[in-house]
């Protein structure tokens, strides 16, 4: 009943995998920016009190 054609899933044409890959960066690329983004807001909300603390 498993034939091959059913083995394979979906195939995509190489306009799909490219419009994809496009996606996918862009998605990761705001993912970095909104980490970077929240880093440098914790920062400046902290200030530079954090860095004369004890240890």
């Given at each position: 009943m498993n034939t091959d054609h059913?083995?394979?899933?979906?195939?995509?044409t190489p306009e799909q995998t490219k419009s994809r890959r496009q996606r996918n960066i862009a998605i990761g690329l705001a993912?970095?920016?909104?980490?970077l983004l929240f880093y440098a807001v914790?920062?400046?909300k902290v200030g530079p009190g954090l860095f004369n603390r004890p240890l």
């Open positions: 059913d083995s394979k899933g979906v195939v995509l993912v970095g920016f909104l980490v914790t920062i400046v």
